[in-house]
């Protein structure tokens, strides 16, 4: 038989197999490393680790206290949004928002001066931190692979710090209040971000991914000086065309120094701030 033959039989014979039908039906798995758009929804895990001074009006140092000082939790599930657009091969946009807060109580150990208001050791304190943090980030692939990107990022963000305590005057820790009269503060403030760093995404197999990125970043904007720190890594694997999973994790580390206002409004002190957070999300493609 000639060799053209041959083909021609074996071409038919493919034609008609089983085998060959089916797997003319199975599409190829996209490549979701080049994904127009991809949404992810989070539930997320946060350990908050926090250092605040808020100093008074007039100039006066606040005390440096911790979370645990004021019986604020350290650990609490909250969502994470993400949105991912990528505009060409190489170019990409990531904007997203964390929330990030915790409550708690407890009687002070230590006289606190909080803005200007002191809470004297033995009260009892409510708190309530909230440090949610928006986040904005560009990508641009210097290596665009089939199965693999490696880039730069540059991040812009705003960190929203607001810190209220209150208390009931005479609260001692053992004991029922011995007065009526509540007192509180509240101070808040935006902390602008910006980060610059590296950051790398690979196709392992035809439905896993890996990723990772590190950056950093000293800034003094206006009255607000900021260093920042950034870290993360995660796992995907799609189930489908249109629906995977992620599970991932992330560190921010961020020391805040807010200098006072002339007038001495505002939220003037210190934040030394970190928020590690582990993360299980849906990821959702067109």
């Known amino acids: 038989m000639k060799p053209t033959t041959l083909l021609l039989s074996a071409a038919a014979l493919c034609a008609v197999s089983p085998v060959c039908l089916l797997a003319q039906q199975i599409p190829a798995?996209?490549?979701?490393?080049?994904?127009?758009?991809q949404l992810s929804v989070s539930g997320t895990r946060i350990w908050l680790g926090s250092n605040v001074r808020v100093d008074a009006s007039n100039g006066d140092q606040g005390t440096e206290f911790s979370s645990d000082d004021v019986g604020?939790?350290?650990?609490?599930?909250?969502?994470?949004?993400?949105?991912?657009?990528?505009?060409?091969?190489?170019?990409?946009?990531?904007?997203?928002?964390?929330?990030?807060?915790?409550?708690?109580?407890?009687?002070?150990?230590?006289?606190i001066r909080f803005a200007d208001t002191s809470f004297a050791a033995g009260l009892r304190v409510n708190s309530a931190l909230k440090s949610d943090q928006a986040f904005l980030t560009y990508r641009f692939a210097f290596h665009a692979g089939e199965n693999s990107q490696i880039g730069a990022a540059l991040g812009l963000g705003a960190l929203f710090v607001n810190l209220d305590l209150d208390a009931v005057a005479g609260a001692t820790a053992g004991g029922p209040d011995t007065a009526i009269v509540p007192f509180a503060a509240s101070k808040g403030a935006t902390a602008p971000t910006g980060t610059l760093g590296l950051y790398g995404r690979w196709r392992v197999a035809d439905q896993w991914y890996i990723e990772g990125d590190a950056r950093g970043l000293y800034a003094k904007i206006d009255r607000v000086a900021a260093t920042v720190y950034e870290a993360g890594a995660a796992g995907r694997y799609f189930v489908s065309r249109h629906i995977g999973f992620e599970l991932g994790y992330g560190l921010t580390w961020i020391k805040v120094t807010i200098d006072p206002r002339a007038s001495g409004s505002g939220l003037a002190g210190q934040l030394k701030y970190s928020l590690q957070n582990a993360r299980l999300a849906v990821v959702a493609t067109p």
């Open 29 to 37: 798995a996209p490549n979701h490393l080049y994904d127009r758009f």
């Open 72 to 111: 604020a939790s350290k650990q609490n599930w909250e969502p994470r949004l993400a949105l991912r657009w990528r505009m060409g091969r190489r170019h990409e946009l990531e904007v997203g928002y964390l929330f990030a807060r915790s409550s708690g109580s407890r009687a002070l150990a230590d006289t």
